[in-house]
């Protein structure tokens, strides 16, 4: 069975431009958080959504926003990119919304210049 | 606020021997979950250990053991019998409230764990 599978894996752009990372969860999985690890810290959670709707937001501006499709499969939209918005970004998938156990993705490393 | 404290940033182990991983946390929700994750150098990461606040034996899975220490608001990790493989960065983390209120984690710093042979 496919894990939880990030694309693209690696991005680079500059700044003020916008950018879409996808997430697709394990088959079967409802939910998708999204998590932001900027280089020698832990992660920071962005959102989560569960049935296609928001259950939580992280500390992050409106710059950053997500959806998730009817398949479950998520969008992270950031906008305005800063140079600090360089980060690998993290999604992680529940079959339920608290679920104790996530399985995360190996991530996508968003380069600004 | 909750927080996450992992105040070792590296640790070396020799191979073969046990290794304690460091974690200390703070909420006042009395419904809690602890984990435990490793974050090779690829990237993903890969859950290892769940503690709840209300369970009363400490969680084991194969060589990895979490020490919970309720009064002292610690969790650490305990790696048993270190691989060469085991070398990675491993994070401690929370959730806060019953599973039902969602799960969003909290995650430390990390400790950079390099395993010698």
């Known amino acids: 069975d496919a894990g939880v599978t990030q694309s693209p894996t690696h991005l680079i752009k500059t700044r003020g431009q916008q950018v879409t990372l996808r997430c697709s969860p394990i088959?079967?999985?409802?939910?998708v958080s999204w998590y932001q690890q900027v280089l020698g810290q832990g992660p920071q959670f962005i959102f989560q959504?569960?049935?296609?709707?928001?259950?939580g937001r992280g500390n992050f501006p409106d710059r950053f926003s997500a959806r998730q499709f009817p398949n479950y499969s998520s969008e992270l939209n950031v906008n305005a990119l800063l140079l600090g918005d360089s980060a690998l970004y993290l999604c992680?998938?529940?079959?339920?919304?608290?679920?104790?156990?996530?399985?995360f993705g190996q991530g996508t490393r968003l380069t600004v210049v | 606020a909750q927080k996450i404290t992992q105040t070792q940033p590296g640790m070396f182990v020799q191979e073969k021997e046990a290794v304690t991983l460091d974690c200390t946390y703070d909420?006042?929700?009395?419904?809690?979950?602890l984990f435990w994750y490793k974050q090779p150098s690829s990237g993903e990461m890969i859950f290892l250990i769940y503690?709840?606040?209300?369970?009363?034996q400490n969680a084991t899975e194969g060589r990895y053991s979490l020490n919970f220490q309720k009064a002292r608001k610690s969790a650490n990790l305990v790696i048993s019998a270190s691989q060469l493989g085991d070398s990675a960065m491993y994070f401690c983390?929370?959730?806060?409230?019953?599973?039902?209120?969602?799960?969003?984690?909290?995650f430390g710093q990390g400790t950079e764990l390099s395993v010698k042979p």
């Open positions: 088959s079967g999985h409802k939910s």
């Open positions: 992680a998938s529940t079959y339920f919304w608290g679920e104790t156990e996530a399985f």
């Open positions: 959504y569960y049935e296609k709707e928001e259950r």
């Open positions: 909420t006042s929700d009395p419904s809690y979950g």
């Open positions: 983390a929370m959730r806060e409230g019953t599973e039902n209120q969602g799960g969003k984690l909290i």
């Open positions: 503690q709840g606040s209300y369970d009363q």
